[in-house]
């Protein structure tokens, strides 16, 4: 399903965004300027680079108020970005999206109680779309309906039902149905586990491994913790305050951590063998406000390592290795502290 593009000198991506920021407050105009008293603005995202390659898994990892949600919202072209480049299949992304390049990226939400009508039912939901996207003929729709509920998980039985009649993962797996429906390229998923029972998790989890392997669909997969995406990504991006700050290959990312903020995420995993994970690399307290993001290295509060240099430098996001990129002035010293029990590799 995915659209292979080559951008010229680049990787192939399904969707890239470069050094993309979003402030959120702040004057909006010259006059309101002269009117109020000094602006305070928040930069919700600072610079990002990322693309998804085509049939990937990318998730996108970090603490609350990281950023994650605004950079999925200016994926899907639900919030603008204050400066920055989106392109879409290699194209620029238009400002205000049209229908074809709204199509080929969608969303699937946290709750999908509320991203659901519950006043249509299912068949309703599903035929609208297909015939405003005129993706099928009239006469093809309740076939193409069944065949996108047999894709989730779910029976032809369910075209009548109201959202109100079905569990919590099931409202999930009809969410995702209506994300299909419109064949995009790409699916945005913003922690769609998160509100979910932890038996239902595994099966949604599940269903996103299918939906690549079976569609060849590319997925941002958005998640609080690494745990949730460490058997599902092919990459893992870390997000911390607004920042990229470390990309590489899942096995990579867990057995070699060159970023001390992804190495504590990693460390707050709970394992099955409880020996000494305490290295000095837990997580104290919450992420420094967006309003007053420190100097220097913006993890510096935080970091086990900081020095005098980090809080001089602000380190931007460097390739230290194949596919692997880390935001670390000590991205070396790190390397050579092995990650205890470090999590098994992916078969
Ligand atoms: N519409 C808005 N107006 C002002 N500030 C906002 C707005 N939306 C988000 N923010 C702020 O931007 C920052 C990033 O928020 P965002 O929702 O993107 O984080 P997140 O990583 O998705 O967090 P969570 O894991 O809690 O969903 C936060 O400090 C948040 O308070
Ligand atoms: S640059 Fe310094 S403070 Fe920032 S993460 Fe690396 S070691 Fe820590
Ligand atoms: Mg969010």
Same mark, same amino acid.
């Given at each position: 399903?995915?659209?292979?593009? !080559?951008?010229?000198?680049?990787?192939?991506? %399904?969707?890239?965004?470069?050094?993309? /920021?979003?402030?959120?407050?702040? $004057?909006?105009?010259?006059?309101?300027?002269?009117?109020?008293?000094?602006?305070?603005?928040?930069?919700?995202?600072?610079?990002?680079?990322? $693309?998804? *390659?085509?049939?990937?898994?990318?998730?996108?990892?970090?603490?609350?108020?990281?950023?994650?949600? /605004?950079?999925?919202?200016?994926?899907?072209?639900?919030?603008?970005?204050?400066?920055?480049? %989106?392109?879409?299949?290699?194209?620029?992304?238009?400002? =205000?999206?049209?229908?074809?390049?709204? *199509?080929?990226?969608?969303?699937?939400?946290?709750?999908?109680?509320?991203?659901?009508?519950? =006043?249509?039912?299912?068949?309703?939901?599903?035929?609208?779309?297909?015939?405003?996207?005129?993706?099928?003929?009239?006469?093809?729709?309740?076939?193409?309906?069944?065949?996108?509920?047999?894709?989730?998980?779910?029976?032809?039985?369910?075209?009548?039902?109201?959202?109100? !009649?079905?569990?919590?993962? !099931?409202?999930?797996?009809?969410?995702?149905? *209506?994300?299909?429906?419109?064949?995009?390229?790409?699916?945005?998923?913003?922690?769609?586990?998160?509100?979910?029972?932890?038996?239902?998790?595994?099966?949604?989890?599940?269903?996103?491994?299918? &939906?690549?392997?079976? &569609?060849?669909?590319?997925?941002? #997969?958005?998640?609080?913790?690494?745990?949730?995406?460490?058997?599902?990504?092919?990459?893992?991006? %870390?997000?911390?305050?607004?920042?990229?700050?470390?990309?590489?290959?899942?096995?990579?990312? #867990?057995?070699?951590? =060159?970023?001390?903020?992804?190495?504590?995420?990693?460390?707050?995993?709970? =394992?099955?063998?409880?020996?000494?994970?305490?290295?000095?690399?837990?997580?104290?307290?919450?992420?420094?406000?967006?309003?007053?993001?420190?100097?220097?290295?913006?993890? $510096?509060?935080?970091?086990?390592?900081?020095?005098?240099?980090?809080?001089?430098?602000?380190?931007?996001?460097?390739?230290?290795?194949?596919?692997?990129?880390?935001?670390?002035?000590?991205?070396?010293?790190?390397?050579?502290?092995? %990650?205890?029990?470090?999590? !098994?590799?992916?078969?």
């Amino acid at each position: 399903m995915s659209t292979a593009v !080559q951008d010229p000198g680049l990787e192939p991506s %399904v969707l890239r965004v470069s050094a993309l /920021t979003k402030r959120y407050g702040g $004057h909006s105009s010259w006059l309101s300027r002269l009117t109020s008293g000094p602006s305070v603005s928040l930069k919700a995202l600072d610079g990002i680079d990322l $693309h998804l *390659r085509p049939g990937e898994i990318l998730a996108l990892v970090g603490e609350s108020g990281s950023g994650k949600s /605004t950079l999925a919202k200016i994926l899907v072209g639900s919030a603008t970005p204050t400066s920055g480049a %989106v392109s879409v299949a290699g194209q620029p992304a238009p400002a =205000r999206r049209d229908k074809e390049s709204s *199509r080929r990226v969608q969303m699937v939400f946290q709750d999908p109680y509320s991203s659901l009508n519950p =006043r249509i039912t299912v068949g309703k939901m599903l035929s609208e779309l297909l015939l405003l996207h005129r993706i099928v003929p009239r006469s093809e729709v309740r076939a193409e309906s069944v065949r996108l509920l047999n894709l989730v998980g779910l029976e032809e039985d369910v075209l009548g039902a109201y959202p109100s !009649q079905f569990s919590g993962g !099931q409202r999930q797996r009809l969410a995702i149905a *209506r994300a299909l429906a419109v064949r995009p390229d790409v699916l945005i998923a913003d922690e769609p586990v998160s509100a979910l029972d932890v038996s239902v998790q595994a099966t949604i989890l599940e269903l996103f491994a299918t &939906l690549r392997s079976e &569609l060849g669909l590319s997925i941002l #997969f958005i998640a609080h913790n690494l745990a949730v995406v460490q058997h599902l990504a092919d990459r893992v991006a %870390v997000m911390y305050l607004g920042r990229i700050v470390e990309v590489a290959e899942t096995s990579a990312l #867990f057995s070699a951590p =060159r970023h001390p903020y992804t190495r504590a995420l990693i460390d707050s995993i709970p =394992r099955m063998t409880e020996t000494s994970v305490n290295d000095g690399f837990e997580l104290d307290g919450e992420p420094p406000s967006p309003y007053d993001v420190p100097a220097g290295c913006r993890f $510096h509060p935080r970091c086990p390592l900081a020095s005098e240099i980090c809080r001089e430098n602000d380190p931007p996001l460097l390739t230290i290795g194949p596919a692997h990129s880390s935001a670390c002035l000590k991205a070396d010293e790190l390397a050579a502290i092995p %990650v205890p029990n470090a999590p !098994q590799e992916r078969a």
